[in-house]
């Protein structure tokens, strides 16, 4: 089968540890079944994959990807959960499972005409969504969800930061945010993705580091370092920064008097459970939100895709399809 494989490490030029070409069909584990890939999205894991960062060199070569949608050996349309994990062992909580993994960390992912997965991180595909919306919820929207509706304590009516409009856990949050009736602000250094995220129901934008209307509920934190000490001002006394990601850098000054005379907390956040997956389905059928999609590549170009993320060239997400 046609996959897209990383086969070597390099920091400075990820896409050096990039093949595509054939590779041998999934094996497949007792409990475990395989899926056809209909369509399958790419995230920052991958092109972090490529750099070395959380993936052993006694893996490769591996193939990349976590998202996947597509249909299963009973012709069934389902979503893949990307989370290897036991919720016994995380208290019910896959996500807490301390042996845990993502599908392209020791298991083979979703960037192949077919994936292996355990039975039970098959998700039903609502009817009402594309096999290429659906590809986008795995990793991006799931941490998104999870972000939002469970680690931030959050009701309607409340104010959120979303730092670094355009990325997909971004831009995910912006809708979600504004679907469940928060009031949302959002930053990015590009004027252009300030506008776009203003269409996605933003209610105001701004450059890094501006002085927002009021003090926030809650920030949403993917980018780390550049952007962290404005975070740690925009919240109210006892507001609450929720981080799934570092993407500048994951050592900023932590400001520790602010946090404590301020009471703020700061909340870890990662990805999402298989049921909280497909709750997020089923809120977007009934919301009528959908993912951006910036755009669509046959995976035989998924290089161009790759080449996009890495030069922050989009806005939304990123899909292929075998």
Not at 167 to 184: S, Y
Request: one cysteine or more; hydrophobic letters at 40%; aromatic letters at 6%.
């Amino acid at each position: 089968m046609f996959a897209v494989t990383a086969s070597g490490f390099d920091a400075d030029n990820p896409l050096n540890g990039l093949t595509l070409g054939e590779r041998p069909d999934p094996q497949v584990p007792e409990g475990w079944t395989t899926v056809t890939v209909r369509a399958t999205a790419l995230n920052h894991h991958d092109l972090w994959s490529l750099k070395g960062v959380g993936l052993r060199e006694d893996r490769l070569p591996i193939i990349l990807g976590c998202d996947a949608a597509g249909i299963d050996e009973d012709g069934n349309e389902v979503i893949v959960h990307s989370v290897i994990g036991d919720p016994g062992r995380g208290g019910g909580d896959e996500t807490l499972d301390p042996k845990r993994s993502l599908l392209s960390e020791t298991h083979d992912g979703t960037f192949a005409e077919k994936v292996a997965v355990p039975r039970r991180n098959l998700v039903p595909k609502p009817a009402e969504l594309s096999f290429e919306e659906a590809a986008c919820l795995p990793t991006a929207w799931l941490t998104a969800y999870r972000m939002l509706f469970d680690k931030a304590g959050l009701s309607p009516g409340a104010s959120v930061l979303v730092q670094g409009a355009g990325g997909g856990v971004a831009t995910a949050l912006i809708a979600l945010g504004a679907a469940a009736g928060f009031r949302v602000y959002a930053t990015s250094r590009s004027d252009g993705k300030r506008k776009q995220a203003l269409e996605l129901g933003a209610d105001a934008v701004f450059e890094p580091g501006a002085r927002l209307p009021e003090r926030v509920d809650a920030v949403m934190e993917t980018v780390g370092e550049a952007t962290w000490s404005h975070s740690l001002k925009s919240l109210r006394p006892g507001g609450r920064i929720v981080v799934s990601g570092a993407t500048s850098g994951q050592v900023p000054p932590a400001e520790l008097n602010r946090v404590f005379f301020l009471q703020l907390s700061v909340v870890g956040s990662t990805m999402g459970t298989r049921d909280q997956l497909e709750r997020l389905a089923r809120f977007l059928v009934k919301s009528g939100v959908r993912p951006r999609i910036d755009r669509v590549l046959p995976l035989a170009q998924a290089a161009e895709g790759f080449a996009a993320m890495a030069g922050g060239e989009l806005f939304g997400k990123i899909v292929f399809t075998p």
